[in-house]
């Protein structure tokens, strides 16, 4: 079993609870958990461990939504997210750890007010998302989530851009990453992103992964429209800066 301080244990345990949150009820918290895992293991050594632990919640997720998905607004983002991938397998061969962070950060914060940007510019009538900014979209997704699992708060803004109702976003957002997150897991182990340790960590965190998905589907049935929507733009900001601070 990895040597981690009781610390240690407590963030990584509070931080698969919010995998299972993120999933069932408030995308884009999932960065809560990434900064979480960086936090207590070397960045590119959580990357691996992270993402077994995001598949489970995706099953979860997938039982969960898989009625309300819009599958037309997935086959859209496809070349774009696979070229995503493939820089993102390039940039994580040379990227120390603390780059890794930075430009992740960044990455969010711009999202973020490129979003908010749209949705003004945007009638509310007309959600239909421009092929450039699809392609913008599913290029940074399919690269965040390859260097750092952090295409929640990216893919977040893309679908909260679309004017998804609750039960539709998360059911998309399901099938999106179910299918990315599978696929990401050969790059993942030929970069020894996932070890033995993480392994063992993954065994352990499984059954919180799945009580914070529980209580995240009872949310989102309770949830309003609104109010979902500036959650996730909050925990998308707080993710992105919290890993740009200097530490």
């Known amino acids: 079993m990895p040597e981690l301080t009781a610390l240690g244990w407590g963030a990584l ?9 993120s999933k069932a009820a408030l995308p884009g918290a ?4 990434v900064a979480l895992f960086a936090a207590v293991l070397p960045a590119k050594q959580s990357t691996g461990t992270i993402l077994l632990l995001l598949i489970v919640g995706d099953m ?13 607004a997935l086959v859209r983002l496809i070349p774009a997210v696979v070229a995503g991938l493939l820089v993102g397998v390039v940039f994580l061969s040379f990227a120390g750890d603390d780059l890794v ?17 749209r949705r003004r510019a945007t009638p ?11 392609a913008v979209y599913g290029t ?16 977040s803004m893309y679908f909260l851009s679309m004017r998804f109702p609750v039960k ?21 182990a030929g970069l020894g992103l996932i ?43 707080l993710g992105a800066v919290y890993l740009l601070l200097p530490f």
Do not use: C, S
């Open 101 to 117: 962070r930075r430009v992740i950060g960044v990455l969010l914060l711009g999202v973020v007010g490129v979003t908010l940007w």
């Open 140 to 155: 940074l997704g399919g690269f965040t989530t390859m260097v750092a699992n952090a295409a929640g708060p990216v893919m």
């Open 195 to 237: 070890t033995p340790p993480g392994l063992l960590i993954v065994a352990v965190l499984v059954p919180v992964v799945v009580a914070g998905a529980l209580v995240g589907r009872r949310i989102a049935t309770r949830i309003p429209q609104q109010l979902f929507e500036r959650l996730v733009i909050a925990v998308t900001v």
């Open 30 to 33: 999932g960065t809560v958990a």
């Open 60 to 72: 979860f997720a997938l039982w969960a939504y898989r009625r309300h998905a819009d599958l037309r």
């Open 13 to 21: 345990g509070l931080a698969a609870l919010v995998i299972g949150l």
């Open 168 to 188: 539709a976003f998360l059911g998309t957002a399901a099938w999106f990453f179910a299918v990315v997150n599978i696929t990401k897991v050969p790059f993942a």
């Open 124 to 134: 509310a009538g007309d959600p239909r998302p421009h092929p450039i900014a699809a």
